[in-house]
């Protein structure tokens, strides 16, 4: 790793003037980002960490019933606090389930939501990327390694979105906190992202001096059901090959007025499945139209020839997870 | 030593659904979040400058040459010079000759490294020396000795828990929190969960559940 200064602000307003300043990075557990200096993959000449700045962690039910959660929430307090796990369960779950436990005591939610995708050609500093600035994406050409990378919109960039609490919270409709030189805005997290570019490595569009300060829940404002499900490789210690985060709202008849469903590392950013949203819309909820909706999130798939086994996951994990939103009558509650 | 630079103040009292006195407003997250943009936008320049002040106090900069630091380990206070890149796991093991952690991937996903930061598990490869200043660290050395051995410890002996014993150190802390956690009710389902972060090449894991076991009931 290359020598960096450490610039410990102690608030938001000074972490940001630090960040314009230095054009260092942003460090909250460090999990994600020391794993890219030590591969010479990022050599940031400041690490401008948020350690010190109080508040951070805060989880706080609303006047209004949305939830707050600080961006400095560890990955542990969100599955296990009592707030998020009886008004987020789907978000407690996800939380729960991710990394591994000393994994989860440091990574936050913030860094979580900005973690860098685990294309190996992207970790890898002696491969050519496109998001650092070559002009084609290796894992698209016939000798890249597919496995794990993009089924959805994986042109220009086949790079796969890691987390796996992106698409819970893009479900339940979070709203990003961000704080900048010009002050603070708000910013669904469905138009947070940004499609890979070119020598851009982030997939958050987020400038250099902007800072994720708290992720917000909105209230639910009808009754609801909410799922997740993930499918990978091994049972723990592991990023999920596919994820999937479901939040129903049914009518008074128990008919679906609306539906989200966002998937997680298939897309270099996560994907809404809009025509499995579709086919739930106006049915009772139950198996069939759940299986037509699961059949239906592999619409528009274009995989590559070493990953067409992931288009059968999204069918499993969409299924799944609104299974088990129909079955959590009680749990989902919002 | 007592904590004079706290990584953060504890979080505001949480709100519990039945709790509603003690919810946090939305924009008191951050306190004075927006007032820089405010200063710059309306305040004179003698008031920019006395801003600029007040945040140049708001900030502490390490690095990127050697810092001074004392670091408390095993209940012990250890000074030490380390780089703010030199990772916890780096200072304990070749400044401190606690070579208990083992460094093996260095990158997260292999557990080896296994050490408790304020009684937690972390990886200290992914967590800088710098950054645990202040609080307490615990290693594999400082759960017991060969002659006054924690339980976990113990049963690892007893239970023949290891083979090369590369994972061992990291194991013992992870299935240690796992014991501090849940007491004599842990399960052998939660004694998986606690060391699902951490690999064996040589597949001790059946023996490793035992041992957790057997030291939770304390036997
Ligand atoms: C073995 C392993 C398994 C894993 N499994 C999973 C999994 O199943 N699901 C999953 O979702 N993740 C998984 N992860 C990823 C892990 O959750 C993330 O690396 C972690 O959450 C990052 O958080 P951090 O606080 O450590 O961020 P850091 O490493 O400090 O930062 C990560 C990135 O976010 C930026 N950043 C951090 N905070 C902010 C902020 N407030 N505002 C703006 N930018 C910010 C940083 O600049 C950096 O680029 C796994 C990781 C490992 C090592
Ligand atoms: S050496 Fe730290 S997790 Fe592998
Ligand atoms: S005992 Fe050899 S790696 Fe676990």
Redesign the interface.
Known sequence: ??????????????A???LAETGGAVHA???DL??R??EHVDEP?H?V?L?????????????DG?V?L?A?VTL?ALAE???VR??LPSLAEAAGQA?????R??ATLGGNLAQRTRCGYFRIASFSCLKRGADACPVRAETGVQETAAVFANEPCASAHPSSLAPVLQSLGAQL?V?G????RSVSLAEAWRAPEKGVAGDLALAADELI??I?VPPRTRPQRVGYEEVRQK???DWALVSCGVRVELDDDGRVSDASIVLGSVAPTPWVATAAEAALRGKAFGAEPIAAAAKAATQGATPLSGNTYKVRLVEVAVRRALTRALEGAKGGAR | MTRQEPPFEPAPPRATPADHATRVSRRGLFKGAGAAAVSAALLGARETLAREAAVADEVRTQGPGLVPITLRVNGEERKVQVEPRTTLLSALRLRLDLTGAKPVCERSQCGACTVWLDGQTVYACSVLAVEAEGREVTTVEGLGTPSDMHPVQAAFCAEDALQCGFCTPGMVMACAFAVKQHGKDLTEDQARAAVAGNLCRCGTHPHVLRAALRAAKGE
């Open positions: 790793m290359k020598a960096f200064t450490f610039v410990r602000p102690r608030t938001v307003d000074a940001v003037a630090a557990g460090g999990v020391l794993d200096m030590k000449s690490l960490t350690l010190d700045v109080p508040g951070r962690d805060a989880i706080a039910l609303e006047d949305g707050h600080g400095g542990a606090n009592d707030v009886r008004f990394a591994s436990p000393a994994i005591h440091r906190g704080q030189p010009k002050g603070a300060t708290a917000v049972a723990a210690f």
